[in-house]
Structure formats: structure tokens, C-alpha cells
């Protein structure tokens, strides 16, 4: 089974609200007072600096285009590409002063792999499992079928989804872990 417009549709969603995480955080940092005006981080701003930030904000804004128009064989890879840069990009910049920047950019992170975990799985086969016979058969990833005793078999198992769940909580649990050493060393994310 190759990539179909929900898929398509799904990943573009994944965009929006990567985006809509990103002008979150700006819209609290300004809202917090923490930002200085013409300034990144501690530094005056120059204007190349702006013209960066404006194509890593862009990056989100293409990719929604990308996953609805490019070539399927393409978009598992650039769908792969983009997410990882901005994964790393966002990685290098923590920790920042703020909680809500650092839980911010940890929900944006664990988005950004699961948007390659997503694409990546678009045309590999699944298993599915038989509860008479206890037997696998593989069938096209996505497409919800029903067993034997009628329950619906989801693409991936539970065991996945609670490892989506695990990782989500741990990268949480670190990000609370780095509130309070900085707050037990006498910093302070206010400043």
C-alpha cells in the first residue's frame, strides 16, 4: 500500500502543529517579557540572524505544502530530513531560561520523531494477528482489519504505543529533573 491522501494529510497536519508549537513559545516569550527587542538569546541581533530564523520558521510552512504535492518516494525522505534538522537544530539551543520553552521544545522534538516514525512506516507492510490460528499475516500498513472475533487490529501493537508513551513521559520527567537543579543550584528560569 503506497502513500494516500490521508496520509498526506495527516503528515501536513503534523507541520501545522509543529508550527503552531514554535509560535506558542514565541508568543509566551514575549508575553513573558523574557526576550529583549532586536535581540537572540543575549545578543544584539544582526540581520542575517533574522533572515536564518526566517527560513527555519519556513521550514514547517514548506512541508505542509511538501507532504500534500511531492512524490511519494521523495516525501519519506524529505519528510525524514526536515524533521531531524529541526530536531537537532532545536536540541543544540536547550536548555533554555524558560520551563515552558524547554517542555515547549521537548513536545516539538518527540512530534518531530514521531513525523518520521509516521512517514517512514507509510508503505511497510504490517502484521496482523489471528487469534484462532495464533498466526501472523502481513497486509497493507494503515488499513484497519478486523480478526476473527471482530476487533479492529491496529497498525502497530500496544507494546508501540506504550513506547510512544514512555518516551513522551521521560523526556518530560528530564525536563522538570533540569527545572529543579536549576532552581536547587539557586538559578532561576525567571531571569
Do not use: C
Not at 92 to 108: H, T
Not at 156 to 178: D, I, K
Amino acid at each position: 500500500m503506497g502513500v494516500t491522501e490521508w496520509h498526506r494529510v495527516v503528515l501536513a497536519g503534523y507541520w501545522v502543529s509543529l508550527m503552531l508549537i514554535y509560535l506558542l513559545g514565541d508568543v509566551l516569550r514575549l508575553s513573558a517579557g523574557t526576550n529583549v527587542p532586536g535581540h537572540i538569546g543575549d545578543e544584539p541581533a544582526q540581520s542575517w540572524m533574522w533572515t536564518l530564523a526566517a527560513i527555519i520558521m519556513l521550514v514547517p510552512i514548506s512541508m505542509t505544502l511538501t507532504s500534500l504535492l511531492a512524490p511519494p518516494g521523495a516525501l519519506k525522505w524529505i519528510t525524514a530530513i526536515a524533521a531531524i534538522a529541526l530536531a537537532l537544530f532545536n536540541l543544540a539551543g536547550m536548555p533554555y531560561k524558560e520551563f515552558f520553552d524547554n517542555m515547549l521544545l521537548v513536545i516539538s522534538i518527540a512530534l518531530n520523531a514521531f513525523t518520521v516514525w509516521y512517514a517512514w512506516q507509510m508503505n511497510l507492510p504490517r502484521l496482523t494477528h489471528d487469534h484462532n490460528s495464533g498466526n501472523y499475516r502481513g497486509s497493507g500498513r494503515f488499513r484497519p482489519e478486523f480478526g476473527s472475533s471482530g476487533e479492529n487490529l491496529l497498525s502497530y501493537g500496544r507494546g508501540q504505543r506504550l513506547s510512544l508513551a514512555r518516551g513522551a513521559t521521560a523526556a518530560l520527567v528530564a525536563v522538570a529533573r533540569l527545572a529543579a537543579s536549576r532552581r536547587s543550584r539557586g538559578g532561576s528560569f525567571a531571569h
